[in-house]
């Protein structure tokens, strides 16, 4: 089969690889039908490629139908139409229980201490092979899949991979009663999920990202944008009774613009020899932290930030006394996709798409276009918001 695999920092190829099999019995096989380029996957593209491996299968966000399961797999069948939460859970431990199913207990990367396993994300998340690809091996797809209707576009449910339910957890976390106010720091399709998930449920929302593109975007949906950086806080506190937001959404994460010592220091371990770049990364890397410290400034005394960008240092310096003098509470982590499931699915499959999922892709292209999708995304070309791969 034909996959997008990682080969270098800023480098990725479609290459021709093995097509997976059945491990265990309680896997599957999807041929993928689309596939969607992460914001993550840019941190495998920039900062994170001493994890990872020339060759892995990258992709996390998969669809498609069923070819073949395991003996342990009755909840799925071959002609099945599914969505692949990107991460992997068991759906029985003590964390899967309790809605924590991104801390899955079965399938936790011990050698690095992290939560549970994720597809195509570096050795950091178990070097599982990803699903930019032909083809999918799915473990656990007794729990794991999510079924959806035979009809309908495949964009409609393709973000319950990942973005929609991200984008609401960020929203729960943000714990902001039915008319206050969130700010979005951020409009890559994580912020503008977020966005339109806040303004769906009674919020009044004002996002911030520099790109017009992105901010007209979310104007369509009736989301008031601000495009500049500089004093952003003070922005939000004129708009605000002078106070700041009830709540902060940081879809931004470890590499925010406007931080170029932390840059520098990024740069530097990616261009390090893997286990020395990896050691750096665990025992003293640092994120660009620029849209994390305006959320800190811009929230409300007793307000809350919710964290949806991803984070990876070990070392990040954080203003303590301001974080606490301000009484903010702090939510984070990566999301529980299966958590979210029946929250989300009747709104996904809602003809009158009330989040506007139908509204979030801005190119398709095929598998074999993937390096320059990558690139074109990476440098926000060409009004790049969020990228479908057609396999």
Same mark, same amino acid.
């Given at each position: 089969?034909?996959?997008?695999?990682?080969?270098?920092?800023?480098?990725?190829?479609?290459?021709?690889?093995?097509?997976?099999?059945?491990?265990?019995?309680?896997?599957?096989?999807?041929?993928?039908?689309?596939?969607?380029?992460?914001?993550?996957?840019?941190?495998?593209?920039?900062?994170?490629?001493?994890?990872?491996?020339?060759?892995?299968?990258?992709?996390?966000?998969?669809?498609?139908?069923?070819?073949?399961?395991?003996?342990?797999?009755?909840?799925?069948?071959?002609?099945?139409?599914?969505?692949?939460?990107?991460?992997?859970?068991?759906?029985?431990?003590?964390?899967?229980?309790?809605?924590?199913?991104?801390?899955?207990?079965?399938?936790?990367?011990?050698?690095?201490?992290?939560?549970?396993?994720?597809?195509?994300?570096?050795?950091?998340?178990?070097?599982?092979?990803? /699903?930019? *690809?032909? %083809? #999918? !091996?799915?473990?656990?797809?007794?729990? =794991? @899949?999510?079924? $959806?209707?035979?009809?309908?576009?495949?964009?409609?449910?393709?973000?319950?991979?990942?973005?929609?339910?991200?984008?609401?957890?960020?929203?729960?976390?943000?714990?902001?009663?039915?008319?206050?106010?969130?700010?979005?720091?951020?409009?890559?399709?994580?912020?503008?999920?977020?966005?339109?998930?806040?303004?769906?449920?009674?919020?009044?929302?004002?996002?911030?990202?520099?790109?017009?593109?992105?901010?007209?975007?979310?104007?369509?949906?009736?989301?008031?944008?601000?495009?500049?950086?500089? /004093?952003? *806080?003070? %922005? #939000? !506190?004129?708009?605000?009774?002078?106070? =700041? @937001?009830?709540? $902060?959404?940081?879809?931004?994460?470890?590499?925010?613009?406007?931080?170029?010592?932390?840059?520098?220091?990024?740069?530097?371990?990616?261009?390090?020899?893997?286990?020395?770049?990896?050691?750096?990364?665990?025992?003293?890397?640092?994120?660009?932290?620029?849209?994390?410290?305006?959320?800190?400034?811009?929230?409300?005394?007793?307000?809350?930030?919710?964290?949806?960008?991803?984070?990876?240092?070990?070392?990040?310096?954080?203003?303590?006394?301001?974080?606490?003098?301000?009484?903010?509470?702090?939510?984070?982590?990566?999301?529980?996709?299966?958590?979210?499931?029946?929250?989300?699915?009747?709104? $996904?499959?809602?003809?009158?798409?009330?989040?506007?999922?139908?509204?979030?892709?801005?190119?398709?292209?095929?598998?074999?276009?993937?390096?320059?999708?990558?690139?074109?995304?990476?440098?926000?070309?060409?009004?790049?918001?969020?990228?479908?791969?057609?396999?």
């Amino acid at each position: 089969m034909k996959a997008l695999t990682w080969q270098a920092k800023r480098t990725v190829s479609v290459e021709t690889v093995p097509d997976p099999q059945i491990i265990e019995p309680t896997d599957a096989i999807v041929r993928i039908t689309s596939t969607a380029i992460c914001g993550s996957d840019l941190h495998l593209y920039e900062v994170l490629g001493p994890f990872m491996d020339k060759g892995d299968i990258i992709g996390h966000e998969p669809m498609g139908i069923v070819e073949e399961v395991g003996s342990a797999v009755t909840n799925i069948k071959p002609g099945d139409r599914v969505v692949i939460p990107f991460n992997v859970s068991c759906g029985h431990c003590y964390m899967c229980r309790r809605g924590l199913q991104s801390q899955c207990e079965t399938t936790q990367v011990h050698e690095y201490n992290t939560g549970g396993t994720l597809l195509g994300y570096s050795r950091l998340y178990g070097s599982l092979p990803g /699903g930019q *690809a032909e %083809l #999918l !091996r799915v473990p656990h797809a007794d729990y =794991g @899949p999510i079924k $959806v209707p035979q009809v309908g576009e495949d964009e409609r449910y393709l973000f319950l991979s990942d973005v929609v339910p991200t984008a609401w957890q960020a929203v729960q976390y943000a714990n902001t009663d039915e008319g206050g106010t969130l700010a979005v720091l951020g409009l890559g399709p994580i912020g503008q999920m977020s966005a339109r998930i806040g303004k769906h449920l009674g919020l009044r929302v004002i996002a911030v990202d520099p790109v017009s593109e992105r901010r007209e975007m979310a104007e369509r949906h009736g989301i008031e944008t601000l495009g500049s950086l500089d /004093g952003t *806080a003070d %922005l #939000l !506190r004129e708009l605000t009774d002078g106070r =700041g @937001p009830d709540a $902060v959404i940081d879809a931004v994460g470890m590499e925010a613009h406007g931080a170029p010592v932390a840059g520098v220091a990024q740069a530097a371990t990616g261009l390090l020899p893997s286990p020395a770049g990896r050691a750096m990364m665990q025992n003293a890397g640092v994120d660009r932290l620029s849209a994390l410290y305006t959320a800190i400034d811009a929230v409300r005394r007793g307000g809350t930030i919710s964290l949806a960008g991803v984070y990876g240092g070990a070392k990040d310096p954080l203003p303590m006394l301001n974080i606490f003098d301000k009484q903010i509470e702090l939510r984070m982590g990566q999301c529980n996709v299966r958590n979210w499931v029946d929250d989300l699915l009747p709104l $996904v499959d809602d003809p009158s798409d009330p989040l506007g999922v139908l509204d979030l892709k801005t190119h398709t292209a095929s598998l074999d276009e993937g390096p320059e999708m990558y690139e074109k995304f990476q440098k926000k070309e060409d009004g790049c918001i969020k990228v479908v791969l057609k396999p």
